[in-house]
């Protein structure tokens, strides 16, 4: 897809992701190559990520990361990328820890004159806007549209969640857009540029205004910013067969690789997110 092998996109783009969790974590510490971070029980910021690229993987790095997490009372929890040593493969499963899902990890190479759109054009009656991070206003209603497909609907965002939204707006390295139909917002996603990778986060659209294509917009916008940035490379994780692996297929993206994510469950310790 580029003179960059799909190992050289795991690379990137599992540091780019370490970097931003670490960001959005209340805690984190290095751990075999990655990090592991925690904002306590309820946040999506539980896991670990990057383990394993820098070659093998000691057991007592896998000791002190469980002791981590069930010290905190959280569920260990952490991504493996499929270009990950496989001494850490083996030392993850002597320890208990069992496949929770797969994730696919799609990416599409930027060109400097490459123009963005949308296929079937710009949704009508929908405007953007980029978010402020001064503006609390327009940060909390992004905050509410842009995680209302990972939660009940009508149900409101966790603290925890917001919390870690907050966090990351407030990086230099983050950029994020609202769709807004009038003055009300209905839909966001995010844009988190790393040391030549861009990754698409967070992104929701209300079920009043899906097949509008108001997440393809999104896209798009974010495909600007990063070629802005400079960035030679756009990711995008998704869990397999869903909409936005479709939508980010018409914009020109491409499965790299695959990841799962494994946890260790035990008494009293809760799942994270």
Not at 173 to 189: H, K, N, Q, S, W
Not at 230 to 237: D, E, S
Request: glycine share 12%.
């Amino acid at each position: 897809m580029s003179e960059l092998t799909p190992r050289d996109i795991a690379v990137l783009e599992e540091r780019r992701q370490a970097e931003c969790t670490v960001l959005a974590a209340e805690t984190s510490e290095p751990i075999a190559g990655g990090f592991m971070s925690a904002s306590g029980v309820g946040s999506w910021t539980n896991q670990a990520c990057g383990l394993g690229l820098a070659g093998p993987v000691d057991g007592a790095e896998l000791d002190r990361l469980i002791a981590f997490y069930a010290g905190r009372g959280i569920e260990p929890k952490l991504e493996v990328c499929a270009f990950a040593d496989e001494s850490l493969l083996a030392g993850l499963a002597a320890r208990g820890f069992v496949l929770r899902e797969f994730e696919a990890v799609l990416a599409r190479p930027l060109a400097p004159e490459e123009a963005f759109a949308p296929v079937h054009g710009w949704p009508q009656g929908i405007t953007f806007a980029r978010v402020h991070p001064s503006d609390a206003a327009q940060v909390e209603a992004y905050i509410d549209a842009s995680t209302c497909g990972f939660r009940p609907e009508g149900a409101p965002v966790p603290e925890e969640l917001a919390a870690s939204v907050r966090r990351m707006l407030a990086q230099p390295r983050t950029e994020a857009f609202l769709a807004l139909d009038g003055e009300v917002a209905v839909g966001g996603g995010s844009l988190d540029a790393g040391e030549g990778v861009a990754a698409l986060l967070g992104t929701s659209v209300r079920p009043s205004h899906r097949g509008r294509g108001v997440q393809q917009a999104l896209i798009a916008l974010r495909l600007r910013a990063a070629q802005g940035r400079g960035c030679k490379v756009v990711c995008i994780h998704s869990r397999p067969g869903i909409p936005t692996e479709r939508n980010a297929a018409r914009l020109g993206f491409a499965l790299v690789y695959h990841k799962v994510v494994l946890v260790r469950p035990g008494p009293g310790l809760v799942p994270s997110p």
